[in-house]
């Protein structure tokens, strides 16, 4: 497969998250593109609002995220990793795409913990402590992997835009750049310029996802033959400096001149046992098969089975909580059966993302010493599906409940199914039973999305 090209132009006015997620949404050309993410992340600030609007400077035509966020609710570096783990599997995030996020959420913990001389776990964030960090940072992954550019892709940038001057934080007034941007400049050895604006243009969250990114770095977009781009512009207006970033799909002219490395090489490198398999190829759609797709969203996972006869009941329940709980699998499935010998036996089948392959292969026999394992490739047709947060009141308590909704591909609804997790906590915390929750919550959830 011919590695692709990304050239992330960040000279003109730096990078922030949002800016990066307007850009990719532009390069998709799809406004709805974040709403699956979005609405994972009501049930931990149900304010949350996401609007795509449309902007252009001069002859430059692209997007802009108007984000909303209830700014009094601020949260831990612990539950920012809580938050992250959940939404990542929500949406059904790659293995390789979780580690992503998650090494940009720790390089943004890192950063902070230096620049105040704290322990990360005891960290106060300010402005890195609302659910718009969490929305940068996986929503940017998730675009990447929906868009197709987390594999096969090579990651060029320029050198980046900083800004000049001081800045007002919650902090007080501070210099530029401000400490855990600095700190984060000089951990990755990341190459800038101040830029022609006196303010800040390299927010921190924008640094971690430009220095993960980023494996060489270009004087400039010169030279470089764009096949498509994105535009995403910030917020704020820097007069006559365009207030963008770009995402350029294409190839280089010549090799590109390498500044220095965006992240310590060791992170390039992955281990031998990690490197995936050779995916079975899938065949394209028919005609036929094409017009049942029409309505429906795709996707390929692997399907892995192995045969076990002589493993106890409590190595197979913890099989469950390494795959799922981990995020490894999507599904996990153990059917019992008899084997050779006439012996009773289980059947273990897990659907996983293909990144999560080699790793499972690794978990199935170290666990419970199988000698081998099975594996294809499937295609899947999913329903459409949204996720809405419900309010639910019990004797003057307030409850919100994350609620699934699948639709045909008329739009008519087919299922609506509460989040187990949720009807849990508030049979806890009410007494009553899960069995009598459910149905009252459906039904009023029903009523909410007709």
């Given at each position: 497969m011919t590695k692709k090209t990304i050239l992330i132009d960040v000279a003109s006015a730096g990078a922030s998250g949002d800016m990066f997620l307007s850009a990719l949404i532009d390069l998709m050309s799809d406004d709805d593109a974040l709403v699956?993410?979005?609405?994972?992340?009501?049930?931990?600030?149900?304010?949350?609002?996401?609007?795509?609007?449309?902007?252009?400077?001069?002859?430059?035509?692209?997007?802009?995220?108007?984000?909303?966020?209830?700014?009094?609710?601020?949260?831990?570096?612990?539950?920012?990793?809580?938050?992250?783990?959940?939404?990542?599997?929500e949406v059904e995030t790659s293995k390789a795409a979780r580690t992503l996020a998650?090494?940009?959420?720790?390089?943004?913990?890192?950063?902070?913990?230096?620049?105040?001389?704290?322990?990360?776990?005891d960290l106060?964030?300010?402005?890195?402590?609302?659910?718009?960090?969490?929305?940068?940072?996986?929503?940017?992954?998730?675009?990447?992997?929906?868009?197709?550019?987390?594999?096969?892709?090579?990651?060029?940038?320029?050198?980046?835009?900083?800004?000049?001057?001081?800045?007002?934080?919650?902090?007080?007034?501070?210099?530029?750049?401000?400490?855990?941007?600095?700190?984060?400049?000089?951990?990755?050895?990341?190459?800038?310029?101040?830029?022609?604006?006196?303010?800040?243009?390299?927010?921190?969250?924008?640094?971690?996802?430009l220095v993960h990114l980023a494996?060489?770095?270009?004087?400039?977009?010169?030279?470089?033959?764009?096949?498509?781009?994105g535009t995403g512009f910030g917020t704020r207006d820097f007069g006559d400096t365009p207030n963008m970033l770009r995402i350029l799909v294409?190839?280089?002219?010549?090799?590109?001149?390498?500044?220095?490395?965006?992240?310590?090489?060791?992170e390039k490198k992955a281990k031998k046992s990690e490197k995936p398999a050779e995916k079975t190829p899938v065949k394209s759609p028919t005609k036929e098969e094409s017009e049942v797709l029409e309505g429906l969203s795709t996707d390929e996972v692997v399907v892995i089975e192995t045969n076990v006869d002589d493993v106890d009941g409590e190595i197979m329940g913890e099989l469950f909580d390494t795959l799922l709980e981990g995020g490894l699998a999507h599904d996990v499935v153990l059917i019992p059966a008899y084997g050779k010998k006439n012996?009773?036996?289980?059947?273990?089948?897990?659907?996983?993302?293909?990144?999560?392959?080699?790793?499972?292969?690794?978990?199935?026999?170290?666990?419970?010493?199988?000698?081998?394992?099975?594996?294809?490739?499937?295609?899947?047709?999913?329903?459409?599906?949204?996720?809405v947060v419900t309010?639910?009141?019990?004797?003057?308590?307030?409850?919100?409940?994350?609620?699934?909704?699948?639709?045909?591909?008329?739009?008519?609804?087919?299922?609506?199914k509460p989040e187990a997790d949720d009807i849990i906590k508030i049979s806890r915390a009410t007494g009553i039973p899960i069995r009598e929750l459910k149905p009252r919550i459906v039904f009023q959830a029903h009523a909410v999305t007709e």
């Open positions: 699956p993410l979005a609405a994972s992340l009501l049930i931990f600030d149900p304010t949350i609002r996401v609007k795509v609007l449309p902007r252009e400077s001069g002859d430059q035509k692209g997007r802009q995220l108007e984000v909303t966020v209830d700014e009094s609710v601020r949260f831990t570096p612990k539950s920012l990793r809580e938050m992250l783990g959940a939404v990542c599997e998650n090494n940009i959420l720790e390089t943004l913990f890192k950063a902070e913990s230096r620049a105040h001389e704290t322990p990360i776990d106060h964030l300010h402005e890195l402590g609302t659910v718009d960090t969490i929305l940068d940072i996986a929503g940017t992954v998730y675009l990447l992997e929906k868009a197709g550019y987390l594999k096969d892709t090579r990651f060029l940038s320029t050198k980046v835009a900083i800004g000049s001057g001081t800045v007002n934080t919650e902090h007080g007034e501070m210099e530029i750049p401000v400490p855990a941007v600095a700190e984060i400049i000089v951990e990755h050895d990341l190459p800038f310029i101040a830029g022609a604006v006196e303010a800040e243009t390299l927010t921190p969250t924008g640094a971690a996802i494996e060489e770095y270009v004087e400039s977009t010169d030279g470089f033959n764009i096949e498509e781009q294409g190839e280089p002219a010549s090799p590109p001149k390498k500044e220095k490395p965006a992240k310590p090489p060791k012996r009773p036996c289980y059947i273990v089948k897990i659907i996983a993302p293909f990144d999560s392959l080699t790793r499972i292969a690794e978990i199935l026999i170290t666990h419970l010493g199988t000698l081998g394992i099975r594996y294809q490739t499937w295609s899947r047709l999913k329903a459409a599906r949204e996720i309010k639910f009141e019990v004797d003057d308590q307030e409850f919100m409940v994350r609620v699934k909704v699948s639709r045909a591909i008329d739009g008519s609804i087919v299922a609506i």
